[in-house]
């Protein structure tokens, strides 16, 4: 199906043309969902008016009518409308393209793989069956893009070489060779016009030296290769290697920088390996690739592309001519140069505004300083009477100052005689009512000494009248203890003396006589203890008498001396 990219948009509204664009963004990213199935599309911004299926053309003819002849539609619903229109022409339009052309894959696709196991190791120069094995890991739809190429492939099959496989798998990754006749013609009106490039400037690096370990292909990273060619001078952004399930594909994209420096720098790179021979038409026709790298700029025909190499450039770039970025800068510089030059209008307009308050401010000043002067002279002349009046009430307030001064002097010395009069008398009083206290004071001292010194008489009384009462009970209690000193001292002679009788009388014999003299000898020995306890308790008792009696003379003569204390200050209070 040819493609629309020669209908231009003939809108001049930049604000158009950012909406546009960011709705097509979103459309392309996914977020918004077009396609229902394989033929029925629906429009994602319809749906709230109606809910109808469309085929492709329908639904192109619906956003188209929308975006560019519709008058009534809102702002925001055009520029909706035309993303979808640039959606279904970039990315549907080629999607259904690749999947007409998957028929023709199987046909050129080059039969028998290299065992993994017998090949180690890549060498430089890669065989044509382990570079098949590794395009059908990049899903790449074989197919001729244009004459400059089918010429060469013409010349290899004449040839019947194995190296023939080389070359078709390895154009395979971009050619369409199931294009049909209008395809083919409006591919070549658009090579007449200008060619399309993928923006940001992309570069496509093939033939990267790759090795076969555990499985899987490997090769150097995206840094080594960036370091080396910024080295160079070309300043790349980053290198990215494209990856499949097999592992390295051999291709990286080079990304450089969006503005014209990174321009120069892509189209110097491109430069660079065309020079050597290692361009994308020495891709195509060289036979024997050698270990060399083969670069070129990412065109129309790498973004739609099948396999890993268009997925990432329609998933990270976008196509466009130079000329349509031309303008889309020319027309930021305009927008800016427009912005610039409506701040400074503003800005001078400002200015004179403020100008113009400037000149407005100078003449209130001036009226107001005019004001201030007049004020001022009548503030000083309001001043210089007022001090006058003021010193003339000065002066007539000191006089009557002077006269209530004197009479005052004269009013305070006759109150100077009164008071050293009553002065005099408080004196007297004061000295009376002084002595009149100290006897009163005196006296109640005196009267609570005499009532302290009779309850100390009485308690000394009573205190003696209790310890008369125990020696008292002492005396009779010893009295009663040597009334039984006394007779247990008889008894114990008595019973000496019945010991000598005793001793006398058993001297002829008698046993029984024996008995009661050693009974009464027990007896008297038991006697005889007793009475020394009773002479030790006796004399004991004795000493603790005399230490009472001891302490009742100090206790007697202590009571008499504070008696005799208390009269003597009792009657010095007195007097």
């Not at 749906?47 to 329908?58: C, F, L, P, S």
């Not at 466009?320 to 307009?349: P, Q």
């Not at 005196?446 to 100390?456: H, N, R, S, T, V």
């Amino acid at each position: 199906m040819p493609r629309r990219r020669e209908e231009k948009d003939d809108y001049s509204d930049p604000e158009l043309e950012d909406y546009k664009y960011r709705y097509y963004k979103e459309l392309r990213d996914g977020k918004e969902r077009v396609r229902v199935s394989e033929n029925i599309f629906r429009c994602p911004y319809c749906y709230d008016k109606r809910w109808n299926e469309y085929d492709y053309k329908e639904l192109h003819r619906h956003a188209s009518r929308i975006g560019s002849d519709s008058k009534s539609e809102k702002f925001k619903d055009r520029a909706r409308h035309l993303g979808l229109v640039k959606y279904l022409e970039r990315c549907i339009d080629a999607k259904r393209l690749s999947s007409s052309q998957s028929t023709g894959k199987a046909t050129q696709r080059v039969d028998g793989r290299t065992d993994s196991k017998r090949n180690k190791t890549r060498s430089p120069a890669t065989t044509p069956t382990e570079l098949e094995d590794r395009l059908e890991n990049v899903n790449v739809t074989p197919s001729i893009s244009s004459t400059r190429i089918t010429e060469p492939t013409k010349k290899v099959e004449t040839n019947g070489n194995a190296n023939s496989k080389l070359v078709e798998s390895t154009r395979s990754l971009y050619g369409k060779s199931s294009q049909s006749i209008p395809a083919r013609l409006e591919l070549s009106k658009r090579k007449t016009k200008e060619e399309l490039i993928v923006w940001p400037w992309m570069a496509l690096v093939a033939n990267i030296p790759v090795e076969y370990k555990d499985g899987r292909y490997v090769g150097d990273g995206g840094r080594k290769l960036r370091d080396e060619w910024t080295s160079k001078g070309y300043n790349p952004l980053k290198v990215h290697p494209l990856w499949s399930r097999r592992g390295h594909s051999g291709f990286a994209i080079v990304e450089f920088k969006k503005d014209w420096d990174g321009f120069q720098n892509a189209m110097a790179f491109e430069k660079a390996f065309e020079v050597e021979n290692h361009g994308r038409k020495d891709w195509y026709t060289v036979r024997r690739k050698g270990d060399q790298l083969y670069a070129w700029i990412a065109r129309e025909e790498e973004y739609n592309s099948t396999g890993l190499i268009g997925e990432y450039l329609r998933k990270n770039a976008d196509l466009k001519t130079v000329s349509d970025i031309e303008t889309e800068d020319k027309r930021k510089d305009m927008k800016l140069v427009s912005n610039l030059t409506n701040a400074l209008e503003v800005k001078n307009m400002k200015c004179e505004e403020i100008t113009r308050e400037i000149s407005k401010t100078e003449i209130f000043m001036r009226n107001v300083m005019k004001q201030k002067e007049e004020m001022i002279q009548s503030y000083n002349e309001e001043m210089n009477q007022m001090q006058k009046d003021a010193a003339d009430q000065l002066e007539k307030i000191f006089a009557d100052h002077e006269r209530s001064k004197s009479q005052l002097e004269a009013q305070r010395q006759k109150l100077e005689l009164v008071e050293k009069e009553l002065e005099e008398r408080e004196a007297l009083n004061t000295n009376e009512k002084r002595k009149l206290d100290i006897e009163k004071k005196m006296n109640e001292r005196a009267i609570l000494a005499q009532k302290m010194a009779d309850e100390k008489m009485w308690k000394l009384a009573e205190g003696q009248k209790r310890d008369k009462e125990k020696l008292h009970k002492k005396v009779i209690e010893l009295e009663k203890k040597l009334d039984a000193k006394q007779a247990l001292e008889l008894e114990i002679v008595r019973m000496r003396g019945a010991v000598q009788v005793m001793k006398h009388v058993s001297e002829d014999g008698n046993l029984e006589d024996k008995r009661k003299m050693e009974t009464i000898e027990k007896d008297l020995k038991d006697k005889e203890e007793d009475l020394e306890q009773m002479e030790a308790l006796n004399q004991a008792l004795i000493v603790k008498e005399r230490q009472s009696n001891d302490e009742l003379q100090e206790a007697r003569k202590e009571l008499i001396n504070v008696l005799s204390l208390s009269l003597s200050l009792s009657l010095s209070y007195v007097l």
